[in-house]
Structures are given as structure tokens and as C-alpha cells.
């Protein structure tokens, strides 16, 4: 019976993150049941291009929550993700400090007691009300919960990783001057990565793993249906089975998912029906962004469209 209840609950998932606009694999809908249901973060790897930062969105939109982006890139610090303090108004507030200082030291009769009161107002300056929240502290903040998207974390420097580790396994993170901040509700955390790096073994053991890579053709299909509805269900077998063809080519970059819903709604607004290489060869930069990989896949073009044709009758 538990087993029953739990894939109906993945497919809960499935059907939620579909109403979202994201198709989802089985395996994408289990590890983001899993991971609510756990509470721990996904750190989600594969090319760029393939859904990674949509999942996250997807998530948001279906749950109906707020979503936090924190987008990573070399030299990021806890003064950008984390906090950092209101430098402005702490300089305005000291300066009338400064003008009440009289009144402030009225009632002190010696040195101690006039820095002890100076002391209290130090305090002050490095209290909530002068703490600027970045995307992170922000997600700890939030009344009813999150999507916390940490994007591209691969891109970040390896230092910044200890920084998330508190926050990604007790979902609290602690600032000398305030102590420790935690959740109000766990966010649901996504970290994504396209392999420029090896993340820490310290952050992999806190998040639940997650490699999607380029969908099989009837999934990809289906999110072109989803994401393109006005074109022709030939034409969307024909170019998925294109494409197919193409990522069989050493190229310096594959099409990903998003090339695909690109091309599907250029081809859709060129009013075609079906592939043909005259059409092909017209758009292929939508689908490839290297001049090489274009002059590479030029030869083989209309094999290609051959057999995707086959497979829009076909298949």
C-alpha cells in the first residue's frame, strides 16, 4: 500500500509540474517527491540547456511559492548571497550619534560608564534592522516558504561552497554579530550545475543528486507540444528525430532541449509542415551556435531529414 501511495504521489508530481509547463521524467518527479519529502536540496547536473533552471520555476509556479535565484559566477561572496550590512544608514544613524552625543554621556560621571553607554549604541548598529538580506538569508526569511535557486553553482569558486553548507543541511546559517538564523519553513532548494567544476564531496552528501540529460524522442515531443501547441504533429516528430540525428555528430555543442523549442517555433512561424533540407539549411544557426558545428552538420543534412521523414510516418 505504501508503495502504491508513493507513486501516485509521484505522479502527482508528474501531473503538477506538467500544469506548470514542464514535462518531467519519471526520475525528474521522484527525486523533487523525494526531496520535499526529505527536505533536502537537489543538486541537478547535465548540459546547459535542458531544463535545469525550468525545473526550479516549474516547482515554484505549480506550489504556488515565491522563487529566490541566486545566480553564481566566480569571486561571489556572503556580501552578494548572503547579507550585508546598510553601510549608508549606519553612517547617517552614527552621525546623529554624534550630534546627541551630549545628551547621550549626560548621565555619566566617569570614562567606563561613558563607554559602556557608547558600547550599547555600538550594538545597535549591527542589529536586524541594518542587515541588508541577499538571496539566501532571504529564503531563511520567508513566512511560507521558497524555491531557493542556486544556478550555475559550478561557476562559483570552490570556497564559496563551505558558505552553503549550514544552510543546505540545517537550513540556518550564522552571523557573528545577529547568531543563527533559521528557516521559518524550509525552502525547497535546486542547485544546478553544468559540469564546468567538481563540486566538494561535502556539498554532493547534502543534496540529493539529479543528471538529466537530453530527453528520449517521445519526451521531447511532448515538451515541444507543451511549449510550441500550434505546430503539426508531423512536423514535431520530424524535427525531434532530426535533432536526434544531429546530437549523434561530434560537435563542439549539442542542441539542447531549448534549441529544439527554439527551432519548433521558428519553423512554425515560417509556416512549414514538414521538414525539408531547403528549410533546414535556412535556420540551422537556431540550431546550432558554432559556426563549425554548422558547416559539420551541412554534409549530413538531408540523411537527416530523410530519416526523420521516415519517422514522422512511421514512428
Known sequence: ?????????????????????????????????????????????????????????????????????????????????????????????????????????????????????????????????????????????????????IDEIDKSDAEFESLLLEILSDFQVSIPELGTVSAVVPPTVILTSNGERDLGDALKRRCLHLHIGFPEQKLEERIVESRVPGIAQSLRKQLVGFINEVRTLDLKKLPSVSETIDWARVLVLLQATELDADVVKDTLNVLLKYEADIEATLPEVNAFVAKAARQGVFG
Not at 514542464?22 to 543538486?43: C, D, G, H, M, N
Not at 535542458?50 to 569571486?75: H, S
Open 1 to 149: 500500500m505504501a508503495e502504491t501511495r508513493s507513486s501516485e504521489m509521484i505522479a502527482e508530481v508528474e501531473s503538477g509540474l506538467a500544469a506548470a509547463g514542464y514535462i518531467a521524467s519519471r526520475q525528474i518527479a521522484t527525486a523533487v517527491y523525494l526531496a520535499k519529502q526529505i527536505e533536502k536540496p537537489i543538486l541537478v547536473e547535465g548540459p546547459a540547456g535542458v531544463g535545469k533552471t525550468e525545473l526550479a520555476k516549474a516547482i515554484a509556479a505549480w506550489r504556488g511559492m515565491k522563487m529566490l535565484r541566486l545566480q553564481c559566477y566566480e569571486g561571489l561572496d556572503e556580501a552578494k548571497a548572503l547579507y550585508e550590512w546598510k553601510y549608508a544608514k549606519q553612517l547617517l544613524y552614527t552621525q546623529i550619534l554624534k550630534d546627541k552625543l551630549g545628551e547621550v554621556l549626560g548621565g555619566a560621571e566617569t570614562l567606563p560608564q561613558a563607554l559602556a553607554q557608547l558600547h550599547d549604541f555600538g550594538d545597535v548598529f549591527f542589529s536586524k534592522e541594518f542587515v541588508e538580506p541577499r538571496p539566501l538569508l532571504q529564503a531563511l526569511e520567508q513566512p511560507l516558504g521558497c524555491v531557493l535557486l
